[in-house]
C-alpha cells in the first residue's frame, strides 16, 4: 500500500474498527461489488486484517454481469485476499427491486461468510443518504440513527471515510473500479438524494451537510441504545409470566412510563411474538389500549397466518396477544 492521504485514511478506519469490534489480526470477509468503497475497503482490509476473503455478489440484473464480478474476484485475490468468491443471487420477492437486491445480498453473504464478520463499504456520504430517507419516512429516531459500525455479522468501517477518499485509493492503487448504472439511474430514491438533494443542501447550507448528518445519526445511536435498554427493564416488569408462549402485559406498569419507553417496550413485545415490524400507527393504536381506554376493541398488527390476524386486545387489565381468525372482526 503506498503510504498517500486516502491509504492512511482507509487503513486507520479499518484498524480502528478491528480493535474496536473484532482483533488486529482477525480473519474477515469483504462484500466486493467491484466499486470504488469496496474494492478500497478490500485494500485496506488486505493490509490491516489478518486474513480476507472477498464475496462477490452478483444480482445478475444487466448484461454482463458475471464478467463483472469475476473481474472483481480476480481484483480482489490480485490485492491479496485469500480468496475470492463469486455468489450469483435471484432478485426476486416484495418491496421494489432495491429491497429485493438488498435481501438477496444479505442472504447471500450471510450464507458463504463461513462464521466470519462480513465487512460492508458503506460510506459516511451513505449514512447520510440514509439518515435523509429515515427523515423523509418520518419514523423517528430509530431510522434516524442511520447504520451500526457494527451489527454482527455485519461491520462497516468505513463511517467515518468520504466517497472521494476511496475513489483516490483506487486511483492511488491504479485500480479501475466497475461504475454500476444504478448508481446514477434517476428513478432510485437514493441516487436523486446523492446527485441532486445532498448536493444542494451543502450549497445552500454552506457545506458539511453529510458529516452534520452522520453525526446526528451516531448520538441518536447512543441515545437509542440508552432509551432501549430501559425499555428492556419495563418491559420485563410489565410481563405476565404463565400467560402461554407470549407473555401478557400488565397495563399498569406501561401506564406508568413515559410515552417513549412505553411504545419501545410494546414494539419489541409485538416482534418476539412475530408481528412484522410496526410503525408509528400501529404502536400508538396500541398505545391508546393502556392510556386511552374505553371498552375499545383489539387491534390488529402485522403477521399471523393468511387464515389467522393477530391481534392485541385489552382484557382485565393486560394486554394480550393472540391470533384470530380474519373474519371473526375486531
Request: net charge neutral; aromatic share 2%; charged share 20%.
Amino acid at each position: 500500500m503506498p503510504e498517500t492521504d486516502a491509504a492512511l485514511v482507509l487503513r486507520r478506519s479499518v484498524r480502528d474498527w478491528l480493535r474496536a469490534y473484532s482483533a488486529p489480526d482477525a480473519e474477515v470477509a469483504v462484500a466486493l461489488s467491484g466499486g470504488a468503497d469496496s474494492l478500497a475497503l478490500t485494500a485496506a482490509a488486505v493490509a490491516e486484517a489478518g486474513a480476507v476473503h472477498a464475496l462477490v455478489v452478483d444480482h445478475q440484473l444487466q448484461a454482463g454481469s458475471g464478467r463483472i464480478a469475476e473481474a472483481a474476484a480476480q481484483a480482489a485475490l490480485e490485492l491479496g485476499c485469500a480468496s475470492a468468491t463469486v455468489l450469483p443471487v435471484e432478485v426476486t420477492g416484495p418491496g421494489g427491486m432495491e429491497a429485493a437486491a438488498r435481501a438477496a445480498r444479505y442472504a447471500a453473504l450471510d450464507g458463504a461468510r463461513a462464521g466470519r464478520e462480513v465487512l460492508l463499504a458503506h460510506t459516511l456520504d451513505d449514512q447520510a443518504e440514509t439518515v435523509l430517507l429515515g427523515l423523509a419516512r418520518g419514523s423517528g429516531p430509530r431510522s434516524l440513527r442511520g447504520m451500526a459500525p457494527h451489527s454482527p455479522p455485519w461491520g462497516r468501517p468505513l463511517l467515518a471515510v468520504r466517497r472521494t477518499d476511496t475513489v483516490r485509493l483506487c486511483a492511488d492503487l491504479n485500480l479501475r473500479p466497475h461504475v454500476d448504472p444504478h448508481n446514477s439511474a434517476p428513478e432510485f430514491t437514493r441516487v436523486r438524494l446523492r446527485h441532486e438533494v445532498l448536493p444542494l443542501l451543502e450549497d445552500v447550507l454552506g457545506g458539511g451537510v453529510a458529516a452534520a448528518l452522520a453525526r446526528t445519526a451516531a448520538q441518536l445511536r447512543e441515545d437509542t441504545a440508552v432509551l432501549d435498554a430501559l425499555a428492556a427493564e419495563l418491559l420485563t416488569t410489565a410481563r405476565t409470566p404463565g400467560t402461554g408462549p407470549h407473555p401478557d402485559l400488565e397495563v399498569p406498569p406501561l401506564a406508568a412510563a413515559p410515552a417513549a419507553l412505553r411504545r419501545r417496550a410494546i414494539r419489541s413485545w409485538l416482534l418476539e411474538a412475530g408481528a412484522r415490524a410496526p410503525g408509528d400507527t400501529t404502536l400508538r393504536a396500541v398505545e391508546t389500549l393502556v392510556v386511552r381506554w374505553r371498552g375499545q376493541g383489539a387491534v390488529a398488527v402485522g403477521g399471523g397466518t393468511p387464515a389467522r390476524r393477530l391481534v392485541v386486545a385489552r382484557e382485565h387489565g393486560r394486554l394480550t396477544l393472540r391470533l384470530r381468525g380474519r373474519a371473526d372482526g375486531p
